[in-house]
Nanobody, 122 residues
Framework: QVQLVESGGGLVQTGGSLRLSCAASGRIFSSYAVGWFRQAPGQEREFVATISITSATTYYADSVKGRFTISRDNAKNTVYLQMNSLKPEDTAVYYC???????????????WGQGTQVTVSS
């Protein structure tokens, strides 16, 4: 089992920045790829970014490429999502998720956190 807890969400103005954290406990976190997803009201959960076990591979959704950066610190069992140049359309609940093996851009992750709200005001 892997338990995931997100933090760092909040209210920010357009153009601002936030850094989300995903803290893990349980099984060896360094053996899991981790992704960030988001879900806005009335919409399906969508992929944002993902990172491999060694950080060698990262993928981003086109909508966040160049603005968001995913990183991880396996010694701290934590994955981060640095979000810059935020836009109102980035408003959503952000979830981190973990999966054994290679990172994926689909929702095929076995473990999910409870989410953290990000609101970007115009």
């Amino acid at each position: 089992q892997v338990q995931l807890v997100e933090s760092g969400g909040g209210l920010v103005q357009t153009g601002g920045s936030l850094r989300l954290s995903c803290a893990a406990s349980g099984r060896i976190f360094s053996s899991y790829a981790v992704g960030w997803f988001r879900q806005a009201p009335g919409q399906e959960r969508e992929f944002v970014a993902t990172i491999s076990i060694t950080s060698a591979t990262t993928y981003y959704a086109d909508s966040v490429k160049g603005r968001f950066t995913i990183s991880r610190d396996n010694a701290k069992n934590t994955v981060y999502l640095q979000m810059n140049s935020l836009k109102p359309e980035d408003t959503a609940v952000y979830y981190c998720a973990a999966r054994w093996g290679a990172p994926k851009t689909s929702v095929e992750y076995g473990y999910w956190g409870q989410g953290t709200q990000v609101t970007v005001s115009s």
